[in-house]
């Protein structure tokens, strides 16, 4: 991951080095060019322009990206968090009458756009207070999901006719209901950086999504104990 001066530079320094000397000549002729010629000055001053040029758009592009980075990140949480609901919805009922079905719905994986995007382009920000480790750990999380959301629809569908059918599903929908409740933790230890808070677009419709979320897989928690 790079970091620094030029991370996010889309132009090469001959760019902005003209701009420089445009400025320079600017400059020259409103201070008096005899006086003050661009030839006298120009060679101190392009350099320091340039490079002065360079980090003002290194520093608005940095922010530009970082401000769409945490956009893009909420909105992701939120579809994710909604998909889940969805699945945990379907898991309730397989779990409630799995002997009588043969043929169950498929779920739906998760995204993961957002943490591919964080793996080469990370903001200075989410080096802060750990938060680079809890996003790293949530991901992680939300691969341990869809690789058994993967596995059991490889199942559901190879599967639907054997005996043991019932009893490999209910294994597999144990597994992603205890997946769940680790995303859940994961994500309320998230949320409670209040820097993350205040960066993320539309906070109340995540923190919504998210206790429906809780609502739901707590119906499985007590058809299990039950």
Not at 7 to 30: E, F, Q
Not at 82 to 107: A, C, G, M, V, Y
């Amino acid at each position: 991951m790079n970091r620094g001066i030029g991370k996010y530079i889309n132009y090469p320094p001959i760019n902005y080095a003209i701009v420089a000397i445009i400025v320079l000549i600017i400059i020259s002729i409103l201070l008096n060019y005899e006086k003050y010629p661009i030839t006298t000055w120009g060679f101190i001053f392009t350099p320091v322009l340039t490079i002065l040029f360079i980090i003002i758009w290194d520093g608005y592009n940095s922010k530009k990206k970082e401000k769409s980075f945490y956009l893009n990140l909420g909105l992701e949480i939120c579809i994710n968090l909604i998909s889940l609901k969805t699945n945990s919805e379907l898991i309730l009922n397989d779990l409630k009458d799995i002997p009588k079905k043969q043929h169950l719905n498929p779920l739906k994986p998760l995204r993961t756009e957002v943490w591919d995007l964080l793996k080469f382009n990370t903001p200075d920000s989410i080096f802060k207070n750990n938060l680079l480790g809890l996003l790293a750990v949530l991901y992680f999380k939300v691969t341990d999901i869809n690789e058994n959301i993967v596995s059991r629809e490889n199942f559901r569908i190879n599967n639907a006719n054997t005996s043991y059918f019932s009893s490999e599903i209910e294994i597999y929908d144990k597994n992603l209901y205890r997946f769940i409740e680790e995303f859940i933790t994961l994500l309320e230890r998230l949320l409670e950086f209040q820097e993350l808070k205040n960066e993320l677009n539309d906070i109340k419709n995540l923190e919504n999504q998210l206790e429906k979320l809780k609502s739901q897989n707590n119906k499985i928690k007590i058809l299990l104990n039950s």
